[in-house]
């Protein structure tokens, strides 16, 4: 039987969700026009204030934020409180430019916990269980945010963090943990050492796993509950928003249900800004509904994906949203063709590879090049150049057929490619450096 945390919200009608929506978005909004003069100005210049705006409807009428916002306004310019009503911050992973500082009142938080701990009861969590949290603990939201919905559920939480990988091993069979939350190119590294440590999944208790924070494709998810042994979820999430639990999937697997009494998603043409019709792939843009301390009205997530409000067999109503292709800024152009990291490791998980490679992307008189460095498992590995080259030329067409465009694929040995405890970096484009 299915089991939620907050049955209410999560299986609620669509006439109570609406009007959940509606009368927290003006408050919201309110809220804004009152506290955060940085977005007071974005509305003025576009002519709107709190009055125009009486239901989700009107939504189009508001201004929308960027990550340039976010770094304009750094560190203070979007709080929505006074500093000392705040009790943290955290920090978002980016590598250029100034990072984005999310603050938090201790009720923003309690609502964080709450939307982590329906991620968790959807995977089937419940008190008797053991929670290990290997994401990173610190200014990442992932290790805060799982961590405070195991405590919510009751879970025993192992709050490992990452890193480490053979104690995070011997914690998972000592302590009988049932439940791992990681990224999932963290997830699959455990398992290659479980595999060398000669361990299968007979051999320890997990049953799931929550798994996000980067796109991963469904390839993916078949290769980690095969070799783990367990059912693995997807979570989505990001600092702005709050952290993980921004969506999470349920047993149907099919997709995440975003938390939407919380955080109002629209899907817009990246180019345009026009607002786009449930089913259309687009930018997703998410409206905060509630939160004091740092409250965002349209903030642009760069991530691709697509809704659905088809009925779901886990009885939520809650809106879904198909795995994100990706960030539109991680989208490659190569020779006037997009590609998505996320294509690519489909092919080689397709081909029996497992997700260690590399993309290299360069330019050669004036013509784009893409290189995949892949990473032959043990099993296939050997030194016959007749075997290696079949293989690449089975790759190449491989891609040429999901991509369009040729790629130089390179066969490299086992374990030559570092292997990532958090986000996995699998693309380095010289052209930008
Ligand atoms: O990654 C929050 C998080 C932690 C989510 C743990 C899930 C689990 P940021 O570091 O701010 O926050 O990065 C947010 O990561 O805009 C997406 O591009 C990407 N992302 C997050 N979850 C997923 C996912 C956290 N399940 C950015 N699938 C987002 C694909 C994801 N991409």
């Not at 982590?116 to 419940?126: N, S």
């Not at 990442?140 to 995070?168: M, W």
């Not at 089975?394 to 490299?412: E, H």
Request: charged share 25%; proline share 4%.
């Amino acid at each position: 039987m299915e089991r939620y945390y907050q049955q209410d919200m999560e299986c609620a009608s669509r006439e109570t969700m609406i009007a959940v929506q509606n009368e927290k978005l003006l408050k919201q909004v309110r809220h804004v026009w009152e506290n955060v003069p940085y977005i007071r100005a974005k509305m003025e210049e576009k002519g709107v204030t709190p009055d125009d705006i009486k239901s989700i409807d009107d939504l189009h009428k508001l201004p929308m934020l960027s990550k340039a916002d976010l770094r304009d306004a750094y560190p203070y310019g979007l709080l929505g409180c006074d500093l000392k009503k705040c009790v943290r911050i955290h920090s978002t992973s980016g590598t250029t430019g100034k990072r984005v500082v999310a603050f938090y009142t201790a009720e923003d938080i309690e609502l964080w916990n709450q939307c982590c701990a329906r991620a968790l009861v959807a995977a089937g969590a419940t008190d008797e269980d053991v929670c290990q949290v290997s994401y990173g603990y610190g200014l990442f939201t992932g290790g805060a945010g799982l961590d405070g919905g195991s405590h919510k559920v009751g879970c025993l939480t192992v709050p490992a963090s990452s890193g480490n990988t053979d104690r995070q091993i011997m914690f998972i069979q000592d302590l009988n943990a049932t439940i791992l939350c990681c990224t999932p190119s963290y997830a699959a590294y455990l398992s290659e050492r479980m595999k060398e440590m000669g361990l299968g999944p007979d051999d320890i208790p997990l049953k799931a796993g929550i798994f996000g924070a980067e796109a991963w494709s469904e390839e993916m998810r078949q290769d980690i509950q095969n070799t783990l042994g367990i059912k693995a979820f997807d979570i989505y999430g990001l600092t702005e928003l709050s952290g993980p639990g921004v969506s999470f999937e349920c047993s149907d697997q099919s997709g995440m249900h975003i938390n939407e009494d919380h955080f109002y998603p629209e899907i817009i043409d990246p180019d345009t800004g026009e607002v786009l019709p449930e089913g259309c792939e687009g930018e997703l843009v998410f409206t905060s509904l509630d939160k004091e301390a740092f409250p965002l009205l349209r903030y642009r997530t760069r991530d691709i994906c697509v809704l659905s409000r088809e009925k779901c067999s886990c009885g939520r109503t809650l809106i879904k949203m198909k795995k994100p292709k990706g960030r539109s800024d991680d989208m490659l152009i190569i020779r006037g063709v997009n590609v998505f990291p996320s294509q690519i490791e489909t092919v080689l998980l397709n081909h029996g590879y497992a997700a260690n490679y590399q993309i290299l992307v360069g330019r050669v008189n004036n013509t784009d090049t893409l290189e995949v460095l892949v990473e032959m498992t043990p099993e296939m590995f050997t030194d016959n150049l007749g075997e290696i080259s079949k293989r690449q030329k089975d790759l190449v067409d491989g891609m040429k057929s999901m991509l369009g465009i040729k790629a130089k694929v390179t066969l490299v040995a086992p374990k030559t490619i570092t292997r990532s405890e958090g986000k996995a970096v699998r693309v380095i484009d010289n052209r930008k450096i």
